[in-house]
Nanobody
Framework: QVQLVESGGGLVQAGGSLRLSCAASGRAFSSYVMGWFRQAPGKERESVAAISRNGGNTYYADSVKGRFTISRGNAKNTVDLQMNSLKPEDTAVYYC?????????????????WGQGTQVTVSS
């Protein structure tokens, strides 16, 4: 198993930046595909970004392409989400998740391990 703890959320004005970090503990971090998801009030949780085990393959939702960057540090057991040019519609609780599958996935069901979430609020 792996335990995940997110940090870095907060309140930011539109156009600003935030960097989310997820710290993992437990089994070998490098054996997991990592993903970031978000859930806005009244909406379903959605995939934002994902990264392969070695960091060589990434996925981004169309809504965040060019603004968000996912990265991982296997030596430090961390996965980060750099969020630039934030918009009010990015407001949500952001979750870090880990998948033992080989392929990068956007499906919630592929991720059995989740953090508790961190709130991101973007004001207009």
């Amino acid at each position: 198993q792996v335990q995940l703890v997110e940090s870095g959320g907060g309140l930011v004005q539109a156009g600003g930046s935030l960097r989310l970090s997820c710290a993992a503990s437990g089994r070998a971090f490098s054996s997991y595909v990592m993903g970031w998801f978000r859930q806005a009030p009244g909406k379903e949780r959605e995939s934002v970004a994902a990264i392969s085990r070695n960091g060589g393959n990434t996925y981004y939702a169309d809504s965040v392409k060019g603004r968000f960057t996912i990265s991982r540090g296997n030596a430090k057991n961390t996965v980060d989400l750099q969020m630039n040019s934030l918009k009010p519609e990015d407001t949500a609780v952001y979750y870090c998740a880990a998948s033992p599958l080989v392929a990068v996935s956007t499906e919630e069901g592929a991720y059995p391990y989740w953090g508790q979430g961190t709130q991101v609020t973007v004001s207009s």
